[in-house]
């Protein structure tokens, strides 16, 4: 069993999927990091001078953050982007699959597929 989970775990997909969770949660730092300090700081200069990390309400005993909830919004906002422009990126990087040439075409008295090269059809006998 133990020699099981060591062939699981060392396959290339499984350490593919732990080095990109490692690396999503460090990015994922950085881009709230880009949220928290430099992005929600100058749209609230921008709308007066309002601190979103400070907005609350309190309903009785729970304090209701709702300025930490636009940050969260704004940061998968920004995630979801650079997400959306890597994956453009490398679809066009991706050559596309060059089209096959026809090999067929319609004959134009009954409209039957006919071999390209084929200078009389073998269903109509029509010359083409």
Do not use: Y
């Not at 020699?3 to 080095?19: P, T, Y």
């Not at 006919?114 to 010359?127: D, F, M, V």
């Amino acid at each position: 069993m133990l020699k099981e989970f060591k062939e699981f775990a060392m396959r290339g997909n499984v350490m593919d999927l732990a080095i990109a969770v490692i690396i999503g949660g460090a990015f994922g730092k950085i881009i709230t990091s880009l949220v928290n300090d430099v992005l929600m700081p100058l749209i609230g200069l921008v709308l007066g001078g309002i601190n979103f990390s400070g907005l609350a309400f309190t309903v009785g005993d729970a304090v209701v953050k709702w300025g930490a909830f636009i940050q969260s919004i704004v940061d998968f906002i920004i995630v979801a982007f650079v997400i959306f422009m890597l994956v453009r990126a490398m679809n066009r990087l991706r050559e596309p699959e060059p089209a096959a040439a026809p090999t067929t075409k319609e004959c134009p008295h009954c409209f039957t597929k006919i071999p390209l090269k084929a200078t009389r059809c073998p269903n109509c006998t029509s010359q083409l």
